[in-house]
C-alpha cells in the first residue's frame, strides 16, 4: 500500500488514538473505505462539530461547549467550592463523576509528569492549580492520579508547590492496586478509594 493512498493514511491517524493498533486501524480505515459511505458523512460531521464546538473549561480544563463561559460541573452552584480534585484527563473526572464520591469542584492537568515524552510543569497545568487554591480559598485537594511512577512524581511534585499554602492535600486511598489506572476501575472500586483517601504525609 502506498503511503500517499488515503487507505494508508486513515490508518496511520486512527493507529495514533489509544487503544487502536495498526491493525485495529487497519480494519476501521477498511470498513469505511468499503461500505461505510453514509458512516464517513456522518463520522465527518461530529469530528466537525467536535473541532469548532468542544473547548476547554476557563476554570477546570474540563472539556465545555464553545460559548460557554465554563464547564456544566463548574457552572453547578451546589458543588462544594472549598474541595479541589485533581485529576489527569476529563476522561478520569467522568469516571469520579460516575462513582458519586465527590461533590466539590475539579482540577484537569491533562497529564502527568513526564520527561521523556517532555512533559512538564507547564504542560501539565500545575501553576494553574496552585493559582485557583490562592485564588479560590481551597481548603482541600484530593489528588486523583494513576498508580504508577510518573503520577506518583506528579502527586510529589503538587504536594511541594502546595506545601506553602494552607490547604489539606490527599491522595486516593484503598482500591487502586500498583500499575493500575483510574480508566480501569469501577465506580465501586473508585468509590472506596475516595472515601479512603489519605492525607500525604
Not at 479541589?84 to 489527569?88: F, I, K, P, S, T
Given at each position: 500500500m502506498s503511503r500517499t493512498d488515503p487507505l494508508a493514511r486513515l490508518t496511520r491517524v486512527l493507529s495514533r488514538l489509544p487503544g487502536i493498533g495498526r491493525r485495529s486501524g487497519e480494519r476501521i480505515a477498511l470498513r469505511l473505505a468499503t461500505g461505510g459511505g453514509g458512516l464517513v458523512g456522518e463520522l465527518i460531521e461530529a469530528l466537525e462539530e467536535l473541532r469548532d464546538r468542544?473547548?476547554?473549561c476557563r476554570a477546570c480544563g474540563n472539556l465545555a461547549i464553545r460559548g460557554a463561559e465554563v464547564c456544566d460541573v463548574c457552572a453547578d452552584p451546589r458543588r462544594a467550592t472549598g474541595v479541589?480534585?485533581?485529576?489527569?484527563d476529563p476522561g478520569a473526572l467522568g469516571l469520579v463523576e460516575k462513582s458519586g464520591s465527590f461533590r466539590g469542584r475539579y482540577h484537569v492537568l491533562h497529564g502527568k509528569l513526564s520527561p521523556m515524552r517532555g512533559q512538564g510543569p507547564a504542560q501539565i497545568r500545575a501553576e494553574k492549580l496552585v493559582e485557583r487554591v490562592r485564588a479560590e480559598g481551597i481548603r482541600e485537594v484530593i489528588l486523583?492520579?494513576?498508580a504508577d511512577t510518573e503520577s506518583d512524581a506528579t502527586g510529589s511534585?503538587?504536594?511541594d508547590q502546595?506545601?506553602?499554602l494552607d490547604v489539606h492535600v490527599f491522595r486516593l486511598g484503598f482500591g487502586l492496586s500498583a500499575g493500575s489506572g483510574i480508566a480501569y476501575l469501577d465506580a465501586v472500586t473508585l468509590m472506596r478509594a475516595m472515601e479512603g483517601r489519605q492525607p500525604i504525609p
Open positions: 468542544v473547548v476547554l479541589l480534585c485533581v485529576v489527569q486523583a492520579l494513576d511534585y503538587l504536594q502546595l506545601r506553602a
